[in-house]
């Protein structure tokens, strides 16, 4: 398995947090299932990220 990456990065990690802890916890509502493994990280560019792995 591979990691999936957001296609933005944010300017403070309170933001990839409220992203990351929408995605584990609220894709049931649209009919997904929640990803095994939400991850924040910290990109070169000194902004956060977030990816998740199925």
Do not use: H, N
């Not at 398995?1 to 403070?12: F, H, N, P, T």
């Not at 000194?46 to 199925?54: A, S």
């Amino acid at each position: 398995m591979a990691w999936i990456y957001w296609a933005k990065l944010y300017e403070s990690k309170f933001q990839a947090k409220c992203l990351a802890t929408r995605i584990s916890e609220d894709w049931w509502m649209v009919g997904y299932d929640s990803p095994r493994y939400v991850e924040i990280f910290k990109a070169r560019s000194g902004k956060y990220g977030v990816r998740y792995m199925w």
